[in-house]
């Protein structure tokens, strides 16, 4: 659990007096900075209902109190073992590697994925980890305070990265938002993940201060190039994109089982928003449920490669990231024009390997560990 600030209200400074409440000579909120941190908390499950804080022992306690936010799992250099990213606001984001026993080290800065280009601090607040480059390998995706662009960290090997935020044509434009819940998903289904931010300002007072922000703002749509860029074209995909709200969670998955993939939004000041996906589904796709063995029965942590003709796309079973929102388990996969998946190959948490072939495009696959396909079905 990433744990942000740990004070009460007769700790604060009055409104717009401190040090730390003034953005761009207005009078705001205070903090975070000039609070104090309240350090992050893992707790270890027994197996017999009950948990153990294993916070320190495992070396992921934060003992100088960032300013947690975003946090996700995820295997970072294909070991079998999952690795922890935690988003960190004001402060360098944490990579703690595993370690194999029970321990991390953390290694945000050595991986290249704890500051942006410039080596500056950002306000970092939801993450995501998609292969928008068909490599095999999970890139990091950020969202950021105003002032500062949303990060876009490429996995080149083992445990580097390199942040391409601004050769990819991400960071363009995205200095006025203040970004929130984030994902990569096909929501073309043209077999390249794509990237969505959604966005709002934390300081109402911005609306009157002509700073060139608004409190609401709009989301941001990445289309993905196929050559390692983003075109932002949320315009072109719907009037709901475009309607400026305060955004905070955002959950991905398909929620009527059309072939598509859905956002659910929720909103500051106003009601949570249901984005449905409509015409995604022209192109072909497969999702895939996975159920794995003894108490792991979502498989979390499996990592999954899907072949189409010449498509090779990879997928992880994951719980949590975005921004304080957990999307649907289901791997989905684009397809464009391919009408069937050669093979899949799955790598079980337990290690166990196996593969599955020939199934047609268009539909959700159930695959269970050790049985192959239990149940396919095609929407309604």
């Not at 402060?91 to 080290?105: K, L, M, S, V």
């Not at 108490?295 to 490669?305: I, Q, T």
């Not at 796309?313 to 929102?325: D, H, I, K, P």
């Not at 989905?332 to 337990?350: C, E, M, N, Y």
Request: net charge negative.
């Amino acid at each position: 659990m990433a744990n942000y600030v740990d004070f009460k209200l007769s700790d604060l400074p009055a409104f717009g007096k401190g040090k730390f409440c003034k953005y761009h000579g207005i009078e705001v909120q205070c903090g975070p900075r000039g609070l104090r941190g309240a350090g992050d908390s893992l707790f270890h499950n027994n197996g017999d209902g009950r948990f153990t804080d294993v916070s320190w022992t495992a070396g992921v306690s934060d003992p100088d109190g960032r300013f947690g936010m975003g946090v996700v799992w995820t295997d970072v250099d294909d070991d079998g073992w999952q690795d922890l990213y935690v988003a960190n606001d004001t402060g360098p984001n944490f990579f703690y590697h595993n370690n194999h026993n029970g321990t991390f080290t953390e290694a945000g800065y050595e991986a290249g994925v704890a500051v942006g280009e410039d080596g500056q601090e950002q306000g970092s607040m939801g993450v995501a980890l998609g292969d928008y480059l068909h490599t095999g390998g999970f890139a990091i995706f950020v969202s950021n305070f105003a002032d500062e662009y949303n990060t876009l960290y490429r996995h080149d090997r083992g445990l580097m990265y390199s942040d391409v935020s601004l050769a990819s044509k991400i960071a363009q434009g995205t200095l006025p938002y203040v970004g929130w819940g984030i994902e990569f998903f096909d929501y073309d289904n043209d077999g390249w993940v794509d990237l969505m931010v959604v966005n709002g300002h934390v300081y109402p007072q911005v609306a009157n201060a002509r700073l060139g922000a608004t409190y609401q703002q709009r989301i941001l749509l990445y289309r993905n190039q196929r050559d390692g860029t983003f075109s932002e074209m949320a315009a072109e995909a719907g009037e709901a994109l475009m309607v400026p709200r305060v955004s905070r969670g955002a959950a991905f998955g398909d929620i009527d089982n059309d072939g598509d993939i859905d956002v659910v939004i929720n909103n500051l000041d106003g009601k949570p928003v249901v984005l449905r996906n409509d015409g995604g589904n022209r192109n072909h796709w497969i999702t895939l449920k996975l159920a794995g063995r003894g108490r792991n029965r979502v498989a979390l942590g499996a990592k999954v490669r899907v072949v189409s003709g010449d498509l090779e796309q990879w997928g992880e079973v994951r719980s949590g990231g975005s921004y304080l929102s957990s999307s649907d388990s289901r791997l989905h996969f684009g397809l464009d024009s391919r009408t069937a998946v050669k093979q899949i190959d799955i790598r079980w948490p337990d290690g166990q390997r196996e593969t599955v072939r020939d199934i047609r495009a268009n539909q959700f696959v159930t695959i269970e560990q050790g049985k192959g396909i239990v149940k396919t079905a095609i929407p309604h």
